[in-house]
């Protein structure tokens, strides 16, 4: 049998600290909601909130910030690494 030659896996959260929340573009069928609760993150749970917002079932609540947690809590902020690339054993 061939041996496993990647591996893969998702980041709880950004390189700030700060949970992963979105689409990596607007064609993507894939959100992600991730992050670590380890330190209490209360945003965590405001971003769970906001998950009908994030697949469409509702707009983002200009009076309770949610667009400026959304964009800062964006996986869009970071530009995607490696994007395309295979991992091959050495």
């Known amino acids: 049998s ?3 030659v990647g591996r893969y896996g998702v980041y709880s959260e950004t390189p700030d600290s700060l949970p992963i929340f ?3 573009s607007d064609a ?5 909601v991730c992050g ?8 965590l749970s405001c971003l769970g909130h906001m998950v009908p ?5 509702r ?10 947690i959304a964009e800062l ?9 490696c ?5 091959e054993a050495s």
């Open 2 to 4: 061939k041996p496993y």
């Open 22 to 24: 979105g689409s990596a």
């Open 28 to 32: 993507s069928s894939v959100v992600y």
């Open 36 to 43: 670590c609760n380890a330190w209490g993150q209360a945003i």
């Open 53 to 57: 917002a994030l697949i469409g079932l």
């Open 59 to 68: 707009t983002l609540d200009s009076a309770a910030n949610e667009p400026q």
């Open 73 to 81: 809590c964006s996986i869009r902020r970071f530009p995607v690494s």
């Open 83 to 87: 994007a395309g690339r295979t991992h």
